[in-house]
């Protein structure tokens, strides 16, 4: 039985192994003096620093950063409208269509998603750019904001809402001292992983971006087609660092929020 009950763990190292080595890898040779992912020779920061003194890979670093926290915003918000009109649609069937359809963008094939936008922006004349990245990392977002949000709604009482109303709050101040408060943990999951999914997206923004607009994601793939450097290694782990430190801060703010609700319920 203990030789079982070993096996979940043991599968989940290696699980984790397989999935962080390649990672780990790529960065520690991000640190090698040499040119090559062959021989370590000695420790250096070179390749860090020629990084930052890349003029260009700033500015895309800043339209990498903007993109995402805008998405991310515009998204949250549009998504957690949407979780809410689904919820409280009246009409059961209709209810099931729309969550239907929300999942169906979700497992969608970025592939078909990035050249579905790039054959709308083409028909309606949109200039592939800022404009067309932003409003492609809002579209694929927005569902899965819904899909994290509609949880915490399903959990909320109705007779919270009966409650507020009865004691004459108005529609307004149910849905920003009700709903809101309680729904905040599942907002904050929408929104950081909104930014997470814009930050790493490249299948989407490779069709839709052009005019000298490009992304972190796609510049490191046009780098890596010229050939594999030791720039492209420290891009990679500055990168996986901002994720971490994103998640990091997800779980940080999620537990302080999640602290004042366990203790209206006790």
Known sequence: MEKLSKLPKIYLVVVFIILYAPIFYLIFY????GGNMSNFE???LEHYAAVFEDTRLIVILINTIVVALLSA????A??????LSIVFMRNKAMRNAVLSLNNILIVSPDVIIGASFLILFT????????ASVLISHI??????????VLPKLQEMSPTLIDA???LGASKRDVLTRVIIPFIKPGILAGFFLALTYSLDDFAVTFFVTGN???????EIYSMARAGITLTINALSGLIFLVTVILVLGYYTISRKTKAPLSGVKK
């Open 78 to 83: 549009i998504g957690v409208l949407g979780a």
């Open 42 to 44: 000695s420790f250096t």
């Open 123 to 130: 028909m309606i004349g949109v200039k592939l750019g800022f």
């Open 212 to 218: 000298g607009f490009s992304t972190l994601s796609v």
């Open 164 to 166: 507020a109303l009865d």
């Open 73 to 76: 915003l515009i998204s949250t």
């Open 30 to 33: 991000s640190f090698n003096s």
């Open 139 to 148: 579209a694929f977002s927005i569902p899965i904001v819904v899909i994290m």
